[in-house]
């Protein structure tokens, strides 16, 4: 992808770094938000089109937040063989490229931002009047409330039904973060003027971006956690 503030502050401040990854660009069965362009940072194809991919082995579909998404697996492993690929976005297509048989043999670095610390999760999760999952899905809501004024102003009640859609999957997704390799707590949404508001990200935004470039470049930074796999005991 490439819209994020954390990918837009990787590629300014770390060129060279960002010079040796390509974006892995998916099929995506919504309409382009302001601003995305078809092949860039999607291909963007209608519900019915996607569907169609499920017969096709070299695709995998995916339901993402009830939009489907699509990875190309040949395209994928024949762009691998000519330069790193980079995917940032939602952790099903991540979980995805972690697990797919495909590309068992293709070395991997994966990393996971999320809205809370280890130790936030933890301390969360032991106090006996907290909801957890209903905490999560508020403080998702709140972050895409924020980010979707400020690129719209107004709200539809499309966008609120949007919102609340989104929001709701926040708990599966947070869920998947002991899947990954790293994870990295950032508090400042893609809604946060810490990311760009001071021309270099400052506060968690810096944080976050130091983290993953470190990783990108083969470093551990303090910032950066392991998740223990039995977080999230599975729901029966």
Not at 17 to 41: F, H, I, Q, T, W
Not at 146 to 166: F, H, M, W, Y
Request: charged share 30%; aromatic share 8%; hydrophobic share 40%.
């Amino acid at each position: 992808m490439g819209k994020s503030p954390l990918f837009k502050a990787l590629r300014q401040f770390q060129p060279e770094l960002m010079a040796r990854v390509r974006p892995l660009v998916l099929y995506n069965s919504r309409s382009p938000r302001p601003g995305e362009s078809d092949g860039k940072d999607y291909h963007f194809r209608s519900r019915a089109e996607i569907e169609r991919l499920r017969g096709n082995d070299r695709f995998v579909v995916i339901d993402v937040r009830g939009d489907l998404q699509a990875l190309d697996v040949e395209e994928l492993d024949r762009n691998l063989a000519k330069s790193d690929m980079l995917f940032e976005g939602n952790p099903f297509i991540g979980e995805t490229l972690l697990v797919h048989e495909q590309l068992r043999e293709v070395a991997r670095l994966s990393v996971f931002i999320a809205p809370l610390s280890l130790d936030e999760v933890k301390f969360l999760k032991s106090q006996p009047g907290v909801a957890f999952d209903a905490l999560i899905v508020d403080v998702m809501r709140r972050k895409l409330l924020r980010r979707t004024r400020k690129q719209k102003g107004e709200l539809s009640l499309k966008d609120l039904e949007e919102i609340e859609r989104r929001a709701g999957s926040a708990p599966r997704e947070l869920a998947m973060a002991p899947l990954f390799q790293y994870v990295v707590p950032n508090h400042d949404g893609e809604d946060s003027e810490n990311w760009n508001a001071f021309y270099h990200p400052i506060g968690d935004a810096r944080r976050t971006f130091l983290a993953v470039a470190g990783l990108l470049g083969g470093k551990k930074l303090p910032h950066v956690e392991k998740w223990p796999k039995n977080l999230f005991p599975r729901k029966e």
